[in-house]
T-cell receptor
Framework: QKEVEQNSGPLSVPEGAIASLNCTYS??????FFWYRQYSGKSPELIMS????GDKEDGRFTAQLNKASQYVSLLIRDSQPSDSATYLC?????????FGKGNQVVVIP | GAGVSQTPSNKVTEKGKYVELRCDPI?????LYWYRQSLGQGPEFLIY????????DSGLPNDRFFAVRPEGSVSTLKIQRTERGDSAVYLC??????????????FGEGSRLTVL
């Protein structure tokens, strides 16, 4: 079992809609959780961090964490074409930040 | 500059050659990470430095890979006897705190290595 799983294929959403991304992780002792955005040919950049159960909102982004279910999600409200990118879920444990393979989001104008 | 700097941005080499990739972190950042990213995959952890020492090198795939950070700032990733499977983008990231301490990782633009 991979440390961080992102299983959804590419996600196409109309401009203005909500994009929903999911991630599960295997290490129950993990304490820090992150979402990174990566544009094609560019390096990852941090967009959200979350450390406790529940929701955390930052602008159009909401991260949700459920440690009992070992589940992290990201909602992007009012999706814009500039949100088209790959979104990487990352989980800290055992001195390392482990990444999922990412989910590609395409926002259609 | 203000960000993480990686050189070279592109490196093409022949199978069996030796390669060095350099990372200059953000000034004052004590934590430095090396990751490798293949097409369509997320970054894969290689090694983590806290100061001058390698706090965790368990992600290095084999003994052809080695990394140093002698003065606690610039780091060099060294790959001996390169193989075609080493082709990837090598990402360096630095952080004021370790990721477990809530520190945000700042990534460089990466070094794209192609082994022919």
């Amino acid at each position: 079992q991979k440390e961080v799983e992102q299983n959804s294929g590419p996600l196409s959403v109309p401009e203005g809609a909500i994009a929903s991304l999911n991630c599960t992780y295997s290490d129950r002792g993990s304490q820090s959780f992150f979402w990174y955005r990566q544009y094609s040919g560019k390096s990852p950049e941090l967009i959200m961090s979350i450390y406790s159960n529940g929701d955390k909102e930052d602008g159009r982004f909401t991260a949700q964490l459920n440690k009992a279910s070992q589940y992290v999600s990201l909602l992007i409200r009012d999706s814009q074409p500039s949100d088209s990118a790959t979104y990487l879920c990352a989980v800290y444990g055992n001195n390392r930040l482990a990444f999922g393979k990412g989910n590609q989001v395409v926002v259609i104008p | 500059g203000a960000g993480v700097s990686q050189t070279p941005s592109n490196k093409v080499t022949e199978k069996g050659k030796y390669v060095e990739l350099r990372c200059d972190p953000i000034s004052g950042h004590t934590a430095l990470y090396w990751y490798r990213q293949s097409l369509g995959q997320g970054p894969e952890f290689l090694i983590y430095f806290q100061g001058t020492g390698a706090a965790d090198d368990s992600g290095l795939p084999n003994d052809r890979f080695f990394a140093v950070r002698p003065e606690g700032s610039v780091s060099t990733l060294k790959i001996q006897r390169t193989e075609r499977g080493d082709s990837a983008v090598y990402l360096c990231a630095s952080s004021l705190l370790s990721a477990g301490g809530g520190g945000e990782l700042f990534f460089g633009e990466g070094s794209r290595l192609t082994v022919l």
